[in-house]
């Protein structure tokens, strides 16, 4: 059964940084994009940063130079670095599994919640 979990969410202060870490099944994790998306409470959710499993990103404009994604296939691991974080970075981050050709399909993990206070 396909499966995706995140972890490495928590608390930190404002010019911190965390590492969320996102597993998935084997069977899922080929020819997709792998995305970390976070959503707040009383917003909708939102695209942070993508990559495919050729290696491409693709990153929000608010956390441009501050976040990076990583993957390793081998481990069908995907990381997301987050540096310099700030009070709205919080949110749950969630992340996506997603095929677009056949056969198509699209995972969601549980999500992690990161919160950046003082």
């Known amino acids: 059964q396909a499966q995706v979990v995140e972890s490495g969410g928590g608390l930190v202060q404002p010019g911190g940084s965390l590492r969320l870490s996102c597993v998935a099944s084997?069977?899922?994790?080929?020819?997709?994009?792998i995305g970390w998306y976070r959503q707040a409470p009383g917003r909708e959710r939102e695209m942070v940063a993508t990559?495919?499993?050729?290696?491409?990103?693709n990153y929000a404009n608010s956390v441009q130079d501050r976040f990076t994604i990583s993957a390793n296939n081998a481990k069908k691991t995907v990381w997301l670095q987050m540096d310099s974080l700030k009070p709205e970075d919080s949110a749950v981050y969630y992340c996506?599994?997603?095929?677009?050709?056949?056969?198509?399909?699209?995972?969601w993990g549980q999500g992690t919640q990161v919160t950046v206070s003082s």
């Open positions: 996506n599994v997603r095929r677009v050709v056949t056969p198509r399909y699209s995972y």
């Open positions: 990559i495919t499993t050729g290696g491409t990103t």
């Open positions: 084997a069977d899922i994790f080929s020819a997709v994009t």
